[in-house]
Structure formats: C-alpha cells, structure tokens
C-alpha cells in the first residue's frame, strides 16, 4: 500500500511550495459536514490530503469541532495515515515557545464532545493505551529536526481541556503535577476517533505560550500566541517537506501497534442485535470488519 497522508491543521499549510495536482473537494459524511472541503495535493510524488481543523479564517471553536465527520471524511478520502499539527501551551521550563513536542500520550479532559463512532446497536471498545502510531511520531520528529526547529522532543503527555477559555492559574499548576507537558483543546477525540477509524495518527504539538502557571510571565495573551503561530508556520511547512520526502524514500509498512485493525475485536455487539442504521453509517470507518 502506498502511502497517502492526511494533514489536519491550519488552512496555511495549503501554501506549501511544489504542491502539484492541487484540487478542492466538498464533502458530507454520515456524521455531518467537516470542517472544510478537503484539498488534495501531490508533493514528491506522495498523495496529501489537507484538512484544515477551524476552517479558513478560524471559525469553528474547538469544542464545535465535528470531529467524527473529519476524521470519516479523511478515511473516505482514501488516507493511509493522518498527521495533526496544532498550537499547545508549554507545562514546562524547557519547552519554551517555538519547541515542537511530537506527543505519545494524552490525558483527556475534554467533557462537551461526541467521542465515539459507535453507540446503541453497535458497540465496539477499542485499545488506546498507546495513542499514536510510534512509526509516523518518529518520522514526524526526524523531519522536525531537519526542518531547523531548535527543540523536538520526542514523546510527551498531551493534556486535552475543553475551552474555549484558557486555564485558571490553579488547573495549570495542577497539570503541571500530573506531568504533562503540553495544553491544548483539539487532539481529543480526534486521536480516539482515528484509531476507530482504524487511521495511524501521530501528533506534533508546537508551543506558543507558557500556559499560565509561570507567575514570572505575563498571562496567557492571544496577540503574543498569534505571533508565535506565525512563526512555526514555516517550521511546520518544512516539517510535512522533510516528512513526505521520506515517504517518497521509504514504502509504507503497517504500523508497529496494528493500528489498521484496531477494530478486529473490538465490536461487541453480537450480529443480530446491530442497528442496520448505525451500521450503515459506519460504512467508511468499520467496513472492513463489518462487511466481512
């Protein structure tokens, strides 16, 4: 199988110089529209498929993000392997704004979201102990590395909160206890329902503000973040460059933990107690084992 790579972030990663056959696709699911159309790409040979997470110009907040529709839009688009880029906050000294954090855990504290592709009449439990695909993390820091970015760090706890709102001083300090290293609002239930979709997923948080636990430092600030943001947008231009370069190098092997059949055992519902509409629905994201 070769690979094609979906691209879950901002509306300017469609600006990367050398995309060719570039196209715009309009598209519904079973669970909604997405938050975009899709923009399909080729870049050193390799197939890309953009998703722009907020939508262009950022309309969609985090917590009406209609996470089962990108994440079925990009399973339908054909993608073998889905990257998501996205702006955290920092829980640590050491990851100072502009540091890449390639993450390989999450603590979800989001509250407000639909989680799951599957409910009453088909209910399936798949296994989330190691959220992202270690393959992709590890190709995603390489080409964070080579991009120029001055601090990578490989692995580290992603703390989902719910937003819109940034933290209070006392859930920033609390975190920081429980070992996180980064903040944000939007990596879950996107990484759960990837690998219900049974999609690799990997992570590459980049840092644009210390969150608010460093009383030395002024408050979060959104003006200070969109000037950060700003400037990890070449870091991470670069970044899908050196990462697709490497796909173009190196064919597409399944991922270590078996994230392909992630839902081999995970569908609990005897056969004739499914609900044909559900199922119907999940078409996309469990056919292979639901047509079998």
Known sequence: MSWKLGIIGGSGLYGLDGLENVRKETVGTPWGNPSSTLVHAT?????LVFLARHDEGHRIPPSDLNYRANIDALKRAGVTDVLSLSAVGSLKEELAPGA???????????FARTKSFFSEGCVAHVAMADPVCSRLSAMAADAAEAAGVETVQRGGTYLVMEGPQFSTRAESQLYRQWGCSVIGMTNMPEAKLAR????????????????????????VDISDILKTMHANTAHAHALVRNLVKAMAANPRTDSPQGIETALEFAIITAPEKRDPALLAKLDAVAGRVLNR
């Open 196 to 219: 219900e979709a049974e999609l690799p997923y990997a992570s590459v948080s980049m840092v644009t503000d210390y969150d608010c636990w460093r009383t030395e430092d002024a408050d």
């Open 100 to 110: 890449f954090v390639v993450v390989d855990q999450f603590i979800d504290r989001s």
């Open 43 to 47: 870049l050193e040979g390799v197939e």
